[in-house]
């Protein structure tokens, strides 16, 4: 079945610094990886989409800048959040999706920022 | 602009009771609306429960329901006896293609914690 595997589940990194995260497919090849965010007490927001052949498309928001992100093939998406500070914590999530079918999430992985 | 409104929880009801989660949606942006709903359980990924993508049917899946309603834009969450398993928090989401971008995208609810008692 379609999996997708997300690393680190959980982190720590204190303000400033920077932290990468990844996203893997398995058992399918994402056409397009979306990525996005849950603050504490909000609900998901849409970070970015990156689509196999198109330019990354940024939300209002969310810049390449802050969040510069790498798609180097259908199995695998990267996320980085460059100079991370308390606003940016909360739970990441990657969805992959094949063509207009299912999106499939991994379990996210948990920034704390300190 | 495009969101979804869903009940705030945390909603607690007990075994063998019935459900329902309300989930209103407003799509200005997006020419096909597709509806959703997505459960997470504890430790666990986003998964997809149930997607309606045409105005006026229902979706189904371990017993939960939802049938999309354009005229009143909702797309409630039902099931007619929960048991303890299905404690979780639910998210509805609204996506399709947006007007003039590539791609597509959800939207989310805040998501509703459902926490049922034995």
């Known amino acids: 079945g379609a999996l997708v595997y997300q690393y680190p589940r959980r982190t720590i990194c204190k303000s400033g610094t920077s932290m990468r995260m990844e996203c893997q497919a398995v058992?399918?090849?994402?056409?397009?990886v979306a990525w996005y965010r849950q603050s504490p007490q909000k609900t998901f927001e849409l970070i970015a989409l990156?689509?196999?052949?198109?330019?990354?498309?940024?939300e209002q928001n969310f810049t390449q800048e802050k969040f510069p992100i790498s798609h180097p093939n259908l199995s695998f998406s990267s996320m980085t959040v460059l100079n991370a500070y308390l606003e940016d914590r909360g739970l990441y999530l990657c969805g992959a999706r094949v063509g207009n079918t299912e999106v499939f999430f991994g379990k996210g992985t948990r920034l704390t920022v300190v | 602009g495009d969101s979804v409104t869903q009940t705030e929880g945390p909603v607690t009801v007990s075994e063998s009771e019935s459900l329902i989660i309300n989930c209103t949606y407003s799509a200005t942006s997006i020419a096909y609306p597709n509806l959703f709903w997505y459960v997470r359980y504890p430790g666990e990924g986003l998964q997809l429960l149930l997607k309606?993508?045409?105005?006026?049917q229902k979706g189904s899946s371990r017993g939960f329901e939802a049938t999309y309603n354009k005229e009143t834009t909702s797309f409630h969450l039902q099931k007619a006896s929960v048991q303890e398993s299905d404690s979780a928090v639910y998210y509805c989401a609204l996506g399709g293609m947006n007007y003039g971008s590539s791609g597509n995208k959800l939207i989310f609810g805040i998501g509703t914690l459902l926490s049922v008692k034995p």
């Open positions: 309606v993508i045409t105005a006026g």
């Open positions: 058992g399918f090849q994402a056409t397009s």
């Open positions: 990156s689509t196999v052949n198109s330019a990354i498309k940024y």
